[in-house]
């Protein structure tokens, strides 16, 4: 923090754009304060704080479930909207982060700028196919968290570009969906294993599974064989978990931990 000389707080995110990409205010974008303040970089000069954006709103859009990248965790999570959709998962998600202080300034957008192992919203984005609105001095793009953070350096989130809005799927919203942190305790942010777990049946069978796997890498991923095995032979999922898991050297707790909450999602359907 030490080097900086501006504040800036624009009303919109072409004036937001703008300064990001002048070279002469080295600005870096701010949404709750919460992560970048630690982290900020010496090179940086202007603190681009994003709170007058009018990019804060919640709501339902052809049944989409739209989530403006400034609204806060505590927003999220006492969203009407939000409680209704999908069983209220995303609201739930958002419940689960640490301690009422960061709920009140952490938002999505800044969870989800930048990979981070134990944040919440990756793992729930990626479990309901959920899209993120980019938008850099070349126009506007809807991509995937994958496609999000392989665009990276051409897409820099608060560097470059800014995250103006995440879009989650109609479709996403008839599925069962659970939500585990599995943390020493419920204030803590980092977990031992995060899991979005989800699936939809059709005619007495599962049609669609999906177990989107956080907090052991920077980057959450899809545990393919898992998904596969739900769909095929009874009770193979959670075996096919464990398995998964150990292959990336999850750690055996966490590999028995994992295909346990598997199973009891997939008892639950
Ligand atoms: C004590 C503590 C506990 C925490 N507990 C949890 C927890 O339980 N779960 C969890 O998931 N996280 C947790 N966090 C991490 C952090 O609070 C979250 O990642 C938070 O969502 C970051 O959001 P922010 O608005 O504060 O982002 P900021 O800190 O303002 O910014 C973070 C990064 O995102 C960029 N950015 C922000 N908004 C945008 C945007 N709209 N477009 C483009 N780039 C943007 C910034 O430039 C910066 O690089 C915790 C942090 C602390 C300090």
């Known amino acids: 923090m030490k080097n900086i000389r501006y504040y800036a ?22 949404a709750g304060g919460t992560l970048v303040a630690k982290t900020l970089p010496d090179t940086v000069e202007t603190y681009l704080d ?14 989409n479930l739209v989530i403006g990248a400034g609204a806060t965790f505590d927003e999220i999570d006492r969203s009407k909207v939000c409680r209704a959709w999908a069983g209220g998962i995303v609201a739930k998600a958002a419940a689960a982060c640490s301690s009422q202080l960061v709920r009140n300034m952490a938002t ?3 969870n989800i700028a ?5 944040n919440i919203f990756p793992v729930v984005l990626l479990g309901l196919d959920a899209k993120v609105r980019a938008v850099s001095g070349k126009g506007s793009e809807l991509l995937s968290l994958p496609e999000l953070y392989a665009a990276s350096p051409r897409l820099r989130p608060g560097a470059n570009c800014l995250i103006t809005e995440v879009v989650f799927p109609a479709a996403a919203s008839k599925w069962k969906c659970e939500f585990v942190k599995l943390a020493k305790t419920d204030s ?5 294993i995060t899991l979005f777990l989800a ?3 059709r005619g007495g069978r599962v049609s669609k599974a999906r177990v989107a796997v956080g907090a052991l890498s920077p980057r959450p991923f899809l545990a393919a064989e898992a998904e596969k095995a739900i769909l095929g032979a009874a009770g193979a999922g959670p075996a096919a978990f464990s398995a998964e898991l150990e292959a990336v050297r999850a750690g055996e707790y966490r590999a028995a931990a994992g295909a346990a909450l598997l199973g009891r999602f997939i008892a639950s359907l």
Do not use: T
Not at 9 to 29: G, T
Not at 50 to 63: E, F, M, T, V, Y
């Open 9 to 30: 707080c624009p009303s919109s995110v072409k004036d937001a754009l703008a300064l990001l990409n002048s070279r002469k205010y080295k600005a870096m974008a701010l």
């Open 50 to 63: 994003l709170k007058a954006l009018p990019i804060k709103g919640i709501k339902l859009q052809g049944g």
């Open 108 to 110: 999505i957008g800044g």
């Open 114 to 118: 930048r990979p981070h192992s134990f």
């Open 188 to 192: 803590s942010w980092e977990s031992y």
């Open 199 to 201: 699936a939809e049946k």
